[in-house]
């Protein structure tokens, strides 16, 4: 297992083997396509378990991909049926389903912090098994 920290971005890029996951909301309102690279199966692969107020509250677990990896079904971030939420430092708005209420994905909206970096929720992907997810604590409180 890698030493680093940093979490990885995934990119279409990579030369690792990829891997499509299926992704909704509860209600599937909301249904999107997310390309990995390499795939959660991986063993170098890990999420992101956040300890700042809302990851905490929320239980996200995180995979970092360009917007590129992902691709909408149904509708899309700009939709007025998925509500945005913001805090703090107002630097990263959160994305949840205004009918069921499931915390899909963040991103910041600062231009050069994390720019075209999206976090994703997995427990919103389909077919997998979170138990066999390698978790790393990131202090995102300090952020
Ligand atoms: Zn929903």
Not at 61 to 68: A, D, G, I, M, R
Request: with cysteine; glycine share 6%; charged share 25%.
């Amino acid at each position: 297992m890698s030493e680093n920290r940093t979490p990885t971005v995934h990119t279409l890029m990579s030369n690792a083997e990829s891997k499509k996951y299926q992704a909704s909301c509860h209600c599937q309102l909301i249904r999107y396509n997310v390309t990995l690279s390499p795939g959660l199966d991986d063993p170098d692969s890990w999420v992101v378990e956040c300890n700042c107020s809302i990851c905490s509250r929320n239980g996200y677990l995180n995979v970092y991909v360009q917007t590129e990896c992902i691709e909408f079904e149904t509708i899309g971030l700009e939709s007025e049926l998925v509500e945005k939420y913001r805090f703090g430092k107002q630097r990263v708005q959160h994305y949840f389903c205004s009918r069921c209420g499931s915390s899909i994905m963040a991103e910041s909206i600062e231009p050069g912090f994390y720019e075209g970096v999206k976090a994703l929720n997995v427990r919103m992907f389909k077919d997998v098994d979170l138990k066999t997810l390698q978790r790393r604590e990131v202090d995102g409180r300090s952020l």
